[in-house]
């Protein structure tokens, strides 16, 4: 009986809760006070493909697909039509120091990440990097994605190539830090 009365207590004060909260976030939303937009990236490996996603200015992102067999990073963004129009490619092997034909079963991670460039190079490129890691070396590659977002919007298909920005070698030789 007690457990009946607590289970129809629990239910009623979700359903109050729930209540509250939207009525929170409506109010809120009357008063012209802005809520947080959260954004997040996404990264997942399967067999030998790596994909993930990164922010490549405040209203859009990418999707950029790594090949474990051939060390192809290929990528793609949307435009507003929903077509693939502006596409990159690059292959890793070599910035990672693979020599070609000696790739045996590669185990690779992609991850996307945030950047802010100055100069010139903030008016060319999105506002991410990705980072590919040969996880038998650590050696890790990190690539800028060239952007021109008036030319992304002309609906007429780009294709680009992604830029090396710099490699580093946890367990030293020549190349960049960590």
Not at 101 to 118: I, M, T
Not at 133 to 150: C, K, L, S
Request: hydrophobic share 45%.
């Amino acid at each position: 009986m007690i457990a009946k009365h607590f289970l129809t207590a629990a239910a009623a004060t979700v359903v109050v809760a729930t209540a509250f909260l939207a009525g929170s976030v409506v109010t809120r939303e009357a008063a012209g006070l802005r809520l947080p937009v959260a954004r997040a990236a996404s990264s997942l490996a399967v067999g030998s493909f790596a994909v993930c996603t990164a922010p490549i200015d405040m209203t859009t992102e990418g999707v950029f697909i790594l090949d474990f067999e051939t060390g192809d990073l290929s990528g793609g963004v949307l435009s507003s039509a929903g077509k693939f129009t502006t596409t990159y490619r690059y292959n890793v092997l070599k910035d990672l120091g693979f020599k070609p034909g000696q790739v045996k079963e590669p185990k690779f991670l992609l991850v996307p990440g945030r950047v802010a460039f100055s100069g010139n190079a903030g008016n060319r490129m999105a506002q991410a990097a990705i980072y590919v890691t040969d996880a038998g070396t650590g050696v890790t590659a990190a690539y800028g994605i060239p952007w021109n977002a008036q030319q992304a919007t002309a609906g007429k298909p780009v294709s680009g190539e992604l830029v090396l920005l710099d490699v580093a070698r946890p367990r030293g030789g020549a190349g960049g830090a960590p």
